[in-house]
């Protein structure tokens, strides 16, 4: 079971073996925080020893900046996917919304460490991770400006109003959990649905 | 300054040395996270002796338990207010919205604690902070309800809503800074506007 999910978190990465010990770092960095966390707990926790985790990452930090780098790639990836699939500033939010909600509550433990776990990068692998959510952020802003330009929308700050729409996907991988009676699509859906009403549209 | 802005944060805790380790205690859990944390590195930050933190503390779960409660008691509080200033369900949520997303704003630092350390309060604690924060919730939902039967909302799910009012503000902690260009009283009146928008409103 933890192959095949950590497979399907990271199609990307290889070995298996890379791929289980960042399962494991995710697990210890969500319960326990990053600072609280050793190389050994993460080795342990993936039923290896340390030397075997430095084969993979030469640092606890070279771990979680690739958890980091690749949630936020996912999450730039879907919200460019959006970009494609629809013309209309509305249906694009929708689309943005519906995904990137999705996506927060399906990967709810992956994305706290993605979103919360942001400081503990050290300097440059920051600033790699904060240009991702730079580029994430403005495809947001501009398409409410677009929105708010054509008419579709009614926004006076589309900053503050790109930033409230985001702040609402990130905060659901806090509250998420198993328990929650909608589904991760389901709340996609119902949250666009409160989006496109906050943006002023008469299609909502 | 330091005992200057405990007073503020905390006007109801005694004496000032309380304070200034709850104070201690948010710097250190909100840079490097509860577990990360010892009570020695407290006691240090706050310039005192393990043992003197014990005076006030039995333990460094009872300081985060002193912190996650109050914080609670206060957002509580002023949701709380806000029912006795207004009675129509577009101001109640009006007030609630300006006064909590600028707690959130104002209090960053405090409320990253009180927001994501919660899982790390001991059973019997955990349970008295999850009582406050259902009396909120309860308290947004009601006002929504009340607000989509008279007609002032058009809202179907006043859970799903409430959730997303309460979310938005949460996750104000989270990326507010010095640097955001909006003062906390600001960002709560933008707020408030695309909340109410939200939930369907003419007023808005």
Redesign the interface.
């Known amino acids: 079971m933890t192959t095949s999910l950590s497979a399907e978190l990271w199609p990307d990465v290889q070995p298996e073996t890379a791929r289980r010990l960042m399962l494991a770092g995710v697990e210890s960095f969500a319960k326990?925080?990053?600072?609280?966390t050793t190389t050994r707990d993460i080795a342990g926790a993936a039923g290896m020893s340390p030397a075997a985790l430095y084969v993979h990452f030469p640092s606890k930090a070279a771990l979680l900046f690739e958890i980091s780098r690749s949630g936020h790639e996912q999450t730039l990836a879907l919200v460019e996917n959006a970009l494609e699939k629809a013309e209309d500033p509305v249906e694009r939010i929708r689309l943005v919304v519906e995904d990137f909600v999705a996506w927060h509550a399906r990967r709810h433990t992956v994305a706290r460490v993605v979103?919360?776990e942001l400081?503990a990068l050290p300097e440059k692998e920051f600033e790699v991770v904060t240009e991702l959510r730079r580029r994430i952020e403005r495809i947001v802003r501009d398409v409410i400006a677009a929105g708010a330009e054509s008419g579709a929308f009614s926004v006076t700050?589309s900053h503050?109003?790109a930033?409230?729409v985001l702040?609402?996907g990130?905060?659901?991988a806090?509250?998420y959990s198993e328990r929650t009676r909608?589904t991760p699509a389901e709340?996609g859906k119902?949250?666009s649905e409160?989006?496109l009403?906050?943006?002023?549209t008469r299609a909502a």
């Open positions: 326990r925080g990053y600072h609280a979103q919360y400081n700050d503050t109003a930033r409230a702040s609402l990130v905060d659901v806090r509250w909608q709340l119902d949250y409160l989006v009403r906050m943006l002023g």
